[in-house]
């Protein structure tokens, strides 16, 4: 089946330990989004990817980055992980801008 | 500061009953409309979407849309316990931009 696959489920890393996160897709969906999102709120958009080019948001702090080495896979880097930043990490894919999210199982991640 | 809102709840409904969630957004110019259910620790599914004024009708679900009322709403018919989760709006705003706006979700309990 047709999907979008984060790895790991769940990560634990120490403050300020460099995290990757990697989501993949098998959708071939033109976009690829990172959200953030904390308990009980909305998912925050941190960047995507069309194609491409990258789109940051105004909003997200530079410990953050993204790579997309090709279609199929997208990275999420926190470069220095702070206790705010944990957080359930989606991935969502869309075939084009304004459409529909398929969105990943999500990444729980710990900061200790 | 373009916004979603909705009621955070919990909305309990007994078991065979209609669940009614709203939804209202600030942006006039907003042009798709998307429900996706949350499961507690999984991630967003996208359930409807909506783009035209009236009632869309799939299964169980039905999305209306009032965009002079800026509000967009979700039943659920026969409510089942399975259905215990919170629901994100999000709407995408005026043509030629991206990004979506979520809701921080209603939860929903279904009582058996």
């Known amino acids: 089946d047709a999907m979008v696959i984060q790895n790991p489920r769940y990560q634990v890393t120490q403050f300020g330990k460099p995290v990757t996160l990697s989501c993949s897709q098998t959708l071939n969906h033109n976009v690829m989004y990172w959200y953030q999102q904390k308990s009980s709120q909305a998912p925050k958009l941190l960047f995507h990817y069309y194609d491409k080019d990258f789109n940051n948001e105004a909003d997200t702090p530079d410990n953050f980055q993204s790579r997309r080495p090709n279609t199929s896979f997208c990275f999420l880097d926190i470069r220095s992980p702070g206790l705010g930043d944990a957080a359930m990490y989606l991935c969502a894919t869309s075939r084009d801008l304004g459409g529909g999210y398929t969105f990943g199982s999500g990444t729980r991640l710990t900061v200790v | 500061q373009k916004e979603v809102e909705q009621n955070s709840g919990p909305l309990s409904v007994p078991e065979g009953a209609i669940a009614s969630l709203n939804c209202t957004y600030s942006?006039?110019?907003?042009?798709?409309f998307f429900w996706y259910r949350q499961y507690s620790g999984k991630s967003p599914e996208l359930i409807m979407f909506?783009?035209?004024?009236g009632d869309k009708e799939d299964g169980r679900f039905t999305a209306q849309l009032n965009k002079a009322s800026q509000y967009v709403s979700l039943l659920i018919r026969d409510s089942q316990p399975s259905d215990s989760a919170t629901y994100l709006c999000a709407v995408k705003g005026a043509s030629g931009t991206y990004k979506y706006i979520f809701g921080t979700g209603t939860r929903l309990k279904v009582l058996a």
């Open positions: 942006d006039r110019g907003s042009q798709s």
């Open positions: 909506i783009y035209s004024n």
